[in-house]
């Protein structure tokens, strides 16, 4: 199958301000900062002849998890909760996943620990955990962000790496943005994920199929 991931405009802003908060201040703690950071991820999901198309409407950020410079790990209780309160004020999303981030000293550091891509530990995490699965009726979502600081201080739109990863520029800091989809194949479940042509992220919400005229006809 093949995957159409959007992502709105609220939530980009929610992950990337939780991104840089962590990156620059990390979580308060002495000394700490260039942390990983985490979030859940509700919104729609629509399969359609082309493909299944996944939107996300809503993040929450996980206070309770642990940060570390190269880890983050969450409390899989904190999930529940959340999407127990989402499954009674909002029964309209559902929800699609989750997201974390990755830090990088520098554009450098980034292309050299290849900072865009899912970790064998992120693919491990997501493939063994169940209650997402059950969730997100066997197509669970994950995001990372990945953030650098560059010497260039500029701003400027999204632009493409590959079909499931974006990036952006945001005054000094470079933004990646990443998306990678699990689902079953012959009973065992897979993930989408490095160097997939499968998953499509796009941030805009402009159409992206050719231009054809809209049957206006009764
Ligand atoms: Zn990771």
Redesign the pocket.
Do not use: K, R, V
């Given at each position: 199958m093949n995957y159409s991931v959007t992502v709105s405009d609220s939530v980009l802003r929610s992950m990337t301000m939780a991104a840089l908060e962590a990156y620059i201040l990390g979580d308060g703690r002495r000394g700490k900062t260039r942390l990983?950071t985490s979030g859940l991820l509700w919104g729609y999901v629509r399969q359609r002849e082309d493909a299944t198309h996944i939107h996300v409407e809503q993040t929450s950020i996980l206070l309770s998890s642990r940060r570390h410079q190269d880890?983050v790990d969450f409390n899989p209780v904190a999930t529940k909760l959340k999407n127990s309160v989402m499954a009674e004020w909002a029964p309209h999303l559902s929800l699609l996943g989750d997201f974390?981030t990755?830090p990088y000293e520098s554009r450098q550091d980034h292309v050299f620990n290849q900072g865009a891509k899912?970790?064998d530990?992120?693919i491990e995490s997501v493939l063994n955990y169940d209650y997402l699965w059950e969730e997100s009726n066997n197509l669970p979502l994950q995001m990372?962000m990945s953030v650098a600081e560059v010497e260039r201080v500029r701003n400027s739109e999204p632009r493409r790496n590959s079909r499931n990863v974006i990036r952006f520029n945001f005054k000094q800091y470079r933004i990646w943005l990443t998306a990678g989809v699990g689902e079953i194949r012959k009973g065992e479940r897979i993930f989408l994920g490095n160097g997939t042509r499968k998953v499509f992220l796009s941030v805009d919400r402009f159409p992206l199929s050719p231009p054809e005229r809209i049957d206006l006809t009764a």
């Open positions: 990983e880890w974390h990755h899912f970790s530990a992120d990372i």
